[in-house]
């Protein structure tokens, strides 16, 4: 969870007031290093900047459809690869599937 922006303000007033690195890092205890990269970019970073790397979305469709009714580790052997890399995928693509 990243400090909201607000709080990262207060914190570099402090610094532009005379406080240096370390004394702000002691007093919100917080590392000189967090300070000093909240000084080079205020905003946090919202999104990931990867794509999914071994199952692409054609892939999981297509076995879904083919085996409907399978468990994800079951999907998991087939495409050579894990269990969560499955469930990651099932989710990115809006697919729900409750056993009966």
Partial sequence: MT????????????????????EAAAKFELSPTTIQRWKKKLEPKTTHDYKPRKLHDDLILQDVKDYPHDFQYQRAIRLNCSKSGIQKALKRL???QKKK
């Fill in 94 to 96: 809006g697919i729900a």
């Fill in 3 to 22: 400090y909201p922006v607000h709080f990262r303000k207060k914190i570099l007033a402090k610094l532009e007031q005379g406080m240096t690195f370390q």
